[in-house]
């Protein structure tokens, strides 16, 4: 997963900097448009997909990628319109017109993407578009009411520096879009941001130079149709990977769900196993510490076995994962599985009390060892109100320990530095695993060998592993593990 995400920034990279490498070699202008009428049909190309893009957006309601298309869709317009000089905006040269572009687009960008999504038809929505339109309408005001503010804006300095045609309001600009991806409520976006920013940056930076400098009006064409063909691509993929991320992969635990897992199973073919994992007490535990526990557990065994174990993971329903072994032979298989079993019995989860503040979770950040929530020692003053909530909180926690006894789930206590003590429990799995044989050569066969040795796992005491149909090879490691 790691390496394919690589793979995906850099293609990302190289795609955004092509409108750059057109730029500075002037000759595959000439080449790639050796006629007018060529020219015009590549030049219709981002209108029609950003009119597409729009479309989707709206149809699956992806409210900033129908704004930003819109947005960028009249961006492009207007800078087709400065080559043909068919634009004339009352004395606004075209100078001033590209500084505000440049100026504006990276913070009308960033104030669409963020935060998260919402409705079309909602104020929050109306109101993204509004604040990401504000730069416009403040330029606009201050060009029809105060002309020479709006000069002194657009051509601010904060350093005098004679070769450096891009504005520098432009460079602060893109620099508050870089340090505002930090505040991105939803980080799988970033990538998309920083590309389309990247495919921008040269396109709008190179028509002030070339304003300046007199560059062949061809190569500038020839700039500006692939910087926006590329932006258009980058939001066409931007789309369908958040419609994939969507369809194929759990929300809660972020890792692939049971359609993908099923559309997986088609193409299996050769030496294999299937791993069918539960969470051993789940119920217990959700009973006795509540849901929000629960889906913590989901998450930390989850995490564990994508991550950590690097296993082939799929969230098959309730507290049930699904591993499968491609290319590898039943005793290989179950080294496999009993090295997850283990990996998620060594990791310890830290209980969160009622005094904890409410922490975002997702996958790659979670309250486990990165983050220990604790039961601090509480040591009251004189004053009768906090002995009194001392006391209440002590209960609970006795309560709350209590509860865990009786359900058959140990908690283990650590005292830290400060003189606090951390609760914790240890999660274990149990594991059931199944090759095909000649009775049972499906794989949706296989899963229900790999199920029927998991109920057989469950009844030999759980957090072991069981393999379909013929005694383990090994023993269950399950005393070798650690207590504390």
Not at 58 to 82: A, D, E, K, P, V
Not at 139 to 144: E, K, M, S, T
Not at 329 to 351: C, G, P, Q, T, W
Request: glycine letters at 6%; one cysteine or more.
């Amino acid at each position: 997963m790691k390496a394919l995400g690589n793979k995906i920034v850099q293609i990302y990279v190289f795609a955004a900097l092509l409108p750059l490498i057109v730029y500075l070699i002037p000759t595959l202008a000439s080449k790639l448009f050796v006629s007018k009428g060529i020219m015009s049909f590549l030049s219709d190309i981002p209108y029609i997909g950003f009119l597409a893009v729009g479309f989707l957006g709206y149809r699956l309601n992806q409210t900033r990628i129908l704004f930003s298309s819109g947005f960028l869709f009249i961006s492009y317009l207007i800078l087709q319109h400065i080559h043909t000089g068919e634009l004339e905006l009352d004395g606004l040269n075209n100078h001033s017109l590209i500084k505000m572009l440049a100026i504006g687009t990276p913070v009308a960008i960033l104030v669409m993407f963020l935060q998260k999504e919402t409705r079309l038809k909602d104020w929050r929505s109306l109101g993204r578009f509004a604040l990401a339109m504000g730069p416009f309408f403040l330029f606009a005001i201050l060009y029809r009411w105060l002309p020479e503010t709006f000069e002194s804006t657009v051509n601010f300095s904060i350093i005098q520096v004679p070769w450096l045609s891009i504005p520098q309001f432009a460079l602060l600009s893109y620099l508050a879009l870089l340090s505002g991806l930090y505040w991105i409520s939803d980080q799988k976006i970033g990538l998309y941001v920083i590309a389309m920013m990247i495919a921008m940056f040269p396109c709008l930076t190179a028509y002030q130079i070339s304003l300046m400098e007199g560059v062949e009006q061809r190569n500038m064409i020839a700039n500006t149709i692939f910087a926006f063909s590329v932006v258009c691509g980058i939001l066409v993929d931007a789309m369908f990977r958040m419609y994939w991320q969507r369809v194929y992969l759990d929300e809660l635990t972020g890792i692939p769900n049971r359609r993908a897992l099923d559309e997986y199973l088609y193409t299996l073919d050769g030496e294999y196993s299937i791993a069918m994992v539960d969470i051993d007490y789940f119920k217990k535990f959700n009973d006795a510490y509540g849901h929000d526990e629960g889906d913590n557990v989901l998450r930390l065994v989850a995490k564990t076995l994508y991550h950590e174990a690097k296993m082939r993971i799929y969230r098959y329903g309730g507290e049930e994962f699904c591993a499968v072994f491609e290319g590898v032979d039943s005793e290989d298989s179950y080294m496999f599985a009993n090295k997850m079993r283990r990996l998620v019995h060594n990791k310890k989860f830290y209980i969160r009390s009622e005094e904890d503040e409410p922490v975002k979770r997702n996958l790659l950040s979670l309250h486990l060892s990165q983050k220990k929530p604790r039961y601090s020692a509480m040591k009251a003053d004189d004053n009768p109100e906090e002995k009194e909530e001392a006391k209440k909180a002590a209960a609970k926690k006795a309560a709350k320990k209590k509860a865990s006894k009786s359900n058959g789930l140990k908690v283990y206590e650590e005292t830290t530095d400060d003189g606090g003590v951390e609760q914790f429990l240890r999660i274990s799995v149990s594991i059931g695993l199944a090759s095909p044989t000649p009775d049972y050569s499906n794989p949706f066969e296989v899963i229900k060998l790999a199920d029927q040795a998991l109920y057989k796992a469950k009844e030999q005491g759980r957090n072991c592993v069981v393999i379909a149909n013929k005694p383990n090879p090994v023993a269950s490691s399950r005393d070798q593990d650690s207590a504390s």
